[in-house]
């Protein structure tokens, strides 16, 4: 079995309390997501919760940004948010995602992390792509974009 993880992390300079609500609600991640701008005409839907545990939203796609949903499975404020999200297309899927918000220095360490196993054709695909370089790298534009919401709003 093929297992892999992906796992990036800053330090934010503000409270979690300001940080954890722009995870914590899908219709925010259009303000951060490395991914909201893949394709300008995405379809997204939202459904379930406004906001946190039971909070839902799908989105449909061209090739690059593919299709899938993703739903809070857990959300305990200031702390953690747990996400189930699944890839429908291109490689069918289901990834774990967790955020987890420290106190660190003045500010939040904020933590973006998943984990999976490689099956199908993803197992393929993990043969030839180094995963936690390719989506390790949005993760960093993610965090850093996150932390500049965050400070835009601050300011």
Do not use: C, Q
């Not at 993760?139 to 850093?144: D, N, Q, V």
């Amino acid at each position: 079995m093929s297992t892999y993880s992906v796992t990036r992390s800053t330090v934010i300079p503000a409270p979690a309390k300001d940080v954890f609500p722009l995870v914590n609600d899908f219709r925010e991640w259009p303000k951060w997501s490395p991914w909201e701008a893949l394709d300008p005409d995405m379809k997204r839907t939202y459904s379930g919760a406004e906001s946190g545990t039971g909070a839902r939203y799908a989105w449909s796609g061209d090739r690059k940004a593919g299709a899938g949903n993703m739903e809070i499975t857990e959300s305990r404020e200031p702390e953690v948010i747990r996400i189930r999200l699944e890839f429908t297309k291109p490689f069918p899927g289901v990834n774990p995602t967790t955020f987890t918000f420290e106190p660190e220095g003045g500010g939040t360490r904020v933590t973006w992390s998943m984990a999976g196993e490689h099956k199908g054709i993803g197992k393929l695909f993990g043969l030839f792509m180094n995963l936690d370089k390719m989506v390790g790298r949005d993760y960093e534009k993610g965090l850093a974009s996150l932390a500049s919401v965050v400070a835009s709003r601050r300011a």
